[in-house]
């Protein structure tokens, strides 16, 4: 019963260079969520997906940034034209139903971005 | 805006009991989760209160209390094991998670 899985692990890219995310939600979820930590910080909210559907990406900033949950395959987290600000660790978390009703977030282990 | 307040360290001794304690100031507020981070790990599950009062889950406790915005993670029996960062988060409208910043819990023998 596999959990939460991200790849790849670690990412290095160059400024300018695209970098692409992966999340597989625990089997059976159709709700992931996006957070980014920055050394020693807390998570930051990035944006909420279903299925097919962003739902809230009020945490995402406007430009670079995209996210989509595609009816097959993983959820994928887009940074075009990566700069140095955003090396970060990228975590993506999935829940059964929307997580106000209580149901736990299971995190994934994180992909961690060095920009270079 | 939204921001949760927890202290950044704690200290305790092997055996010992510790309070965390967090202070929310959020909109769409639907309940207070902890989780646990072993350096940048995957975030783990600790607890969740929807509603005023204590939970208890073995050796930890968490505890709601909505008109003070307050809440607070209770550790007992401190294991060495239990050094880690553990954040408080609101479960806001639509289930995201707003993080508090972290407090960093040293266990000493």
């Known amino acids: 019963n596999a959990g939460v899985m991200q790849n790849p692990r670690h990412l290095v890219r160059r400024r300018g260079q695209e970098a692409r995310l992966r999340c597989s939600p625990v089997?059976?979820?159709?709700?992931v969520y996006w957070y980014r930590q920055l050394p020693e910080e807390g998570l930051k909210f990035m944006v909420y997906?279903?299925?097919?559907?962003?739902?809230?990406e009020s945490g995402m900033p406007k430009e670079r940034f995209s996210a989509e949950f595609p009816k097959e395959g993983p959820s994928i987290l887009r940074i075009q034209q990566v700069v140095r600000g955003d090396s970060a660790a990228y975590f993506c978390?999935?829940?059964?139903?929307?997580?106000?009703?209580?149901?736990?977030?299971?995190f994934g282990p994180g992909t961690r971005l060095l920009v270079l | 805006g939204q921001s949760l307040e927890q202290p950044s360290e704690v200290t305790a001794v092997e055996g010992a009991i510790v309070q965390i304690n967090c202070t929310y100031q959020t909109s769409g507020f639907y309940g207070l989760s902890w989780y646990q981070q072993h350096d940048g790990g995957a975030p783990t599950f600790l607890s969740y209160n929807a509603l005023d009062g204590l939970e208890e889950t073995g050796r930890f406790s968490s505890f709601l209390s909505r008109s003070d915005s307050y809440g607070y993670l209770l550790l007992q029996e401190l294991q060495m094991k239990d050094s880690a960062s553990y954040f408080c988060?609101?479960?806001?409208?639509?289930?995201?998670?707003?993080f508090g910043q972290g407090t960093e819990l040293s266990v000493k023998p």
């Open positions: 988060a609101a479960v806001n409208q639509g289930g995201k998670l707003i």
């Open positions: 089997k059976g979820h159709s709700h």
């Open positions: 978390a999935s829940s059964g139903r929307r997580g106000h009703s209580g149901e736990t977030q299971y």
């Open positions: 997906l279903q299925k097919e559907n962003i739902i809230d």
